[in-house]
């Protein structure tokens, strides 16, 4: 009679398991923030083409019609009514979106002149750069979530994921050539302060066109609150979600706390697309920007590459 094989082969104990558990648990934890880290500078760098895409388009538009292409409010300062009336129509400015009066209503993805605004949900089809780009996905960052704003956020909070967008309103219509050159230091300081020249003709690589737009700039009360595609002067701000990474001093509430930011991405003339840390406002009276940041608004973003606030009207 055949005796019955022995089953000797060894197993795993509990206490081993859990020892492999537990190293796996600590890799995890070691490389989730890395691998977090990685996705987002990979979103950065998609969010850095489309850019990149719309600032080549601007520049495309300019070789054709010797201007950039219009932002809302080349039509809403104009001294001419019919022209001012406008602005409200959809398909007349870069992004194709007409400005907003009370709750959205949806339009007609094939008719600009439907909805409100005005062709929200034909854009940016009927847009002055959409010949150049043909791509929807150009037009939105990839962190650019579905929903309502976020109002108190630095990271983008919620939006309509349509349009991440929006073009300085100062540039509308501008001809690079006409802008005032920069002023560049030639000399080291004195009791009269540093030796200054202007550059002869500003360099495209200085003009910036494009920035990314929070969410909660435009009727942060409202679900679909959305970029029109017009950064204004001292109103609308940007939206900081990129990496680098930091903190800043800030008062909420009327109380001291510490904000996380990140970078906004700013593209020039040239196509060029620069990531921009800077001091997002949440309003003059709520939040104080840390001394030595780079402003958030229009005006501010302006002033610190060098180029000064003249809004172009269409008459």
Sequence with gaps: MRKRRRFDARAFTLIELLVVVSIIALLISILLPSLQAARKQAKAAVCQTNVRSLSTAMFTYYTEWGVFAPSLSNFADSPNSAIRALQWNGGMDWLGVGDQSGAYVPGDPKNPQTGNPRGFDAAPRFGALWKYVRDDKAYRCSEDKVGPPQVGTLLGGGGNGKFSFTVFSNMGLADPDQIPPDVIVIS????????????????????????????????????????????????????????????????????????????????????????????????????????????????????????????????
């Design 188 to 315: 080291g300081g004195s009791r009269t302060g540093p030796k200054t020249q202007k550059q002869t003709k500003r360099a495209l690589s200085t003009i910036p066109l494009f920035v990314e737009e929070h969410p909660d700039g435009l009727n942060p009360s409202l679900a679909n609150a959305h970029c029109e595609g017009n950064f204004n002067y001292s109103t609308d701000k940007v939206v900081a979600r990129h990496p680098p990474f930091g903190t800043r001093p800030a008062k909420m509430n009327g109380k001291d706390v510490s904000i996380r930011q990140g970078s906004t991405e700013i593209g020039f003339a040239d196509g060029h697309v620069s990531p921009v840390g800077v001091s997002f406002g949440f309003g003059i009276n709520e939040a104080k920007a840390k001394p030595g940041t780079i402003p958030d608004t229009a005006s501010g973003l302006l002033y610190y590459y060098g180029v000064k606030y003249a809004p172009r009207q269409l008459k």
